[in-house]
């Protein structure tokens, strides 16, 4: 005899995201797994003295959604940290401080997130009231004794960073100061320093170095790096976060150092890990050069994190992450092509590693069974890793082991036949074209920022990619409309045509079983089918039917995980 369902849901409008992408009535739930999904009637069926029963009354439910690379513990971090919202005048940005510096301990760095961020800071400073940067001097005023530290934009050319007098007097900073190449130091009308920094770098050498926080080799030297307690902070911050905006599971793709890990596995630990997550190990820029220590940082993560990925069906980890070129975001990536650069010159972009190194890191990746996944960005890159991904098949078959490609904004046909091939998949985000379009347009032509993220083509050409946010805007139903709207913010135009249009169906799939894929996952997720794991969003509006440019003021009224639930606004009193 059948045992009733824990958990039905009734009076809905369910998109499955099954293969016929069927629409149902109701959801049955037993111990965590979809035990029917169908009818109301046929739903009904599975019910029992004991069963909860939650009438939706006509709400939307879809599966959790799945990001495929969202840097969900950076965007933890950045709601940890001070932020300043669109400033309308420094005296904002002020107010913001002065609450800051009243509770913090004298002497304590109070490090911020940038003044502003993508899309917005392409219009400041003009937009400020003033019309310039806050400096130094505007800063002292409400902070003299704790050192500020306001991060520029990681992906803006220039990002400008901004710090006040006991912040570079911590770091011995003055006019004589030699700042790295693509780093400048604004000066004052009296020729001492303002404060306000440029930096045309990815990654920011204000203060990373090499892809990573280093104290000992940045002009910032007194800067505190972020505590263990704090990154863990960050991952519960981001954790809870994606909770309240139905996002059940991520693919990390880029890689996670050492910090973050041990936060994951932390909060998994103490049952507090709410998303599900498949991380990969980051192979740090920095290690191109060494490749004596890159080989047993290869060694010893292929002792658990070979094949598939170690772990359970909350917290898995597998394989290595590597950064090829720059940012397309900056008109920093690898093309085919010269462009107009960030300074102005003309070139072709940045390639992080030698094609030497690069052989000979994947190569021996590979052999230690060990997945990769790389961000290449622009189409000389791309075309450079699926070379190299193609070579190391003719001698290790890679077909069925999902390696990946991150971002990889510019692809060709042939790069897509190849992905289809050797079973690449490729995670990217149209997002980037709201925030960066204007970027894209200015740096690559008009011609190439059309071409540019064509989900549509990588679709007919049999490729399962993943849509993903970058952590940036990480809310899912922005996802969902900019897949579908394809805008850059700066001009509100369309990027793409009509060629590149995308069903609501395919767009869900995109954001749901396609990000499954990437973590191997889709025959546990990314769909509401009979045997799957109850992850579903509980929506206030019907997505596939509302007018297009509703669909980011969509509320997720409840997050389903495994049958529980972990965001509820009321629907389960």
Known sequence: MRAPADLILINAVVHTVDSRDRVAQAIAIEQGRIAAVGTQEEVLGFSGPSTRMIDLRGRTVVPGFVDAHPHMDGVGLRLIKPAFGNPASIDDVLDVLRREVERRRPGEWIVCNPLVVEPEVFAYPQRLRERRWPNRHDLDKVSPANPVYIEPPALVAPGFAIANSAALQACGISRETRLPRGAELLLDDAGAPSGVFKDYNYPKVLPVVGGGFDPARSIFSALPAPTQAEIARGVAAGTRAFNETGITAIYEGHGIPPGPQRAYLDLWQQGGL??????????????????????????????????????????????????????????????????????????????????????????????????????????????????????????????????????????????????????????????????????????????????????????????????????RPYEPMFAIWQMLARKDAVTRRRLGGEQERLSRAEALRLYTLNGARAAFWEDRIGSIEPGKLADVAILSDDIMTIPEDDIPATKVLATLLGGKVVHDTGLFP
Not at 351 to 357: I, N
Not at 364 to 380: D, I, K
Not at 438 to 453: H, K, M, P, T, W
């Open 274 to 471: 709410t998303v599900r997550t498949y991380f990969v190990i980051s192979y740090p820029v920095n290690l191109y050069a060494d490749l004596e220590k890159g080989a047993l940082l290869i060694e010893q993560t292929a002792r658990y994190a070979a094949g598939n990925g170690f772990g359970d069906d909350v917290l898995r980890f597998g394989g290595l992450g590597f950064s090829f070129d720059s940012a397309a975001a900056m008109g920093a990536c690898l093309m085919r092509d010269d462009y107009l650069g960030p300074t102005g010159q003309r070139w072709r972009g940045m390639q992080l590693p030698s094609d030497e190194a690069f052989k000979s890191i994947v190569h021996r990746a590979a052999r230690a069974g060990l997945r990769v996944q790389v961000q290449c960005s622009g189409g000389g890159a791309i075309d450079k890793v699926l070379a190299l991904y193609e070579e190391v098949n003719r001698e290790i078959p890679i077909a069925g082991k999902r390696w990946t490609i991150q971002h990889c904004q510019f692809p060709s046909e042939a790069n897509m036949e190849a992905c289809r091939r050797l079973g690449v998949i490729p995670t990217t985000t149209t997002n980037f074209l709201w925030m960066y379009g204007s970027v894209y347009r200015r740096a690559f032509g008009e011609a190439l920022a059309q071409d540019a993220i064509p989900f549509r083509r990588w679709l007919d050409a049999g490729v399962p990619v993943a849509q993903c946010t970058d952590g």
